[in-house]
Structures are given as structure tokens and as C-alpha cells.
């Protein structure tokens, strides 16, 4: 009995390393390309073009009393990977439409620390994590487009 209790807490061992392992490699499938967050507690809809070093986040929030979306504002952070599944962006530009056309706000020393927490082929959970005094956090499902 003791023998096959040891046996199966070293297969459930095993096969957690190799699971983690698994969701580690998918990590890196999300490193580049376009995505999308359906963000519904702010009747919001983020669209995401991210490369290795620069992530762009374009917002567009429901206008109220229509279900419209209009373009409310343009994120852009550089990027530094700290593993395969986490890491940090910068603020380095926030933009916003004006009646004129767009117009640069000032740069607010933010950071946000992102981890992705769950990746299958087409999606993955995320966590992020401002780095200001509030540490204020969110939890996203992102879609591969």
C-alpha cells in the first residue's frame, strides 16, 4: 500500500512538471502578433498588436445609450520578457481622438507587470499588475485574431 501511495504521488509530480513545462512552451506563441480582450465590466474592447520589444493597445469603448463602439484611446508600452510567460511593459505613449484628430497626453511613469497564467492554441489568461502605489490589478481572457 505504501509502495503505491510513493508511486503515485511521484506520477502526480511528474506529470504537474511536465503540464507546466507544456504551458510554458505555449507561452512564446504569444510573444508576436494581434490580439483581442473583450473586456465587458467597461463595455470595452481592446485590440492588441505586439511584437518582441513594442505592444500597442488600441481601446474602444461602447458609446452610452447605443451599442456602438468608438475609438477612445491608443496605449503604447516597449516590452521587456523576463521568461517565456512574463513581462513587463513601460508606458512610453497614450493618444487620444479629438474633434482636430489625435492628440499626445503625458507620459505617466507606469509599469505593468503581465503574466500569462493559462495559454491554449488560440487564447490565453493574463494577469496584470500596475506597478503605482494603488497595485492595481486586472485578469483578461486574450484572443489570438
Known amino acids: 500500500m505504501k509502495a503505491w501511495i510513493h508511486i503515485s ?29 473583450i473586456d465587458t465590466a467597461n463595455k470595452s474592447d481592446i485590440l492588441i ?3 518582441d520589444s513594442l505592444e500597442t ?3 474602444y469603448r461602447q458609446k452610452p445609450g447605443t451599442t456602438k463602439e468608438a ?13 517565456d510567460c512574463s513581462y513587463t511593459a513601460k508606458l512610453v505613449k ?5 474633434p ?3 492628440r499626445s497626453l503625458p ?7 503581465v503574466k500569462i497564467l493559462k495559454s491554449s492554441n488560440d487564447a490565453y489568461l493574463e494577469r496584470g499588475i500596475f506597478n503605482d502605489k494603488h497595485h492595481s490589478s486586472y485578469t483578461y481572457v486574450v484572443y489570438k485574431l
Open 9 to 37: 504521488m511521484v506520477l502526480t509530480i511528474i506529470t504537474g512538471s511536465i503540464a507546466s513545462k507544456a504551458q510554458q512552451a505555449n507561452c512564446r506563441l504569444f510573444h508576436t502578433g494581434k490580439y483581442r480582450i
Open 49 to 51: 498588436d505586439r511584437n
Open 57 to 59: 493597445r488600441m481601446i
Open 71 to 83: 475609438y477612445e484611446m491608443q496605449v503604447v508600452f516597449t516590452l521587456h520578457w523576463i521568461n
Open 94 to 98: 497614450t493618444v487620444i481622438p479629438t
Open 100 to 102: 482636430k484628430g489625435e
Open 107 to 113: 507620459v505617466e511613469k507606469k509599469t505593468l507587470t
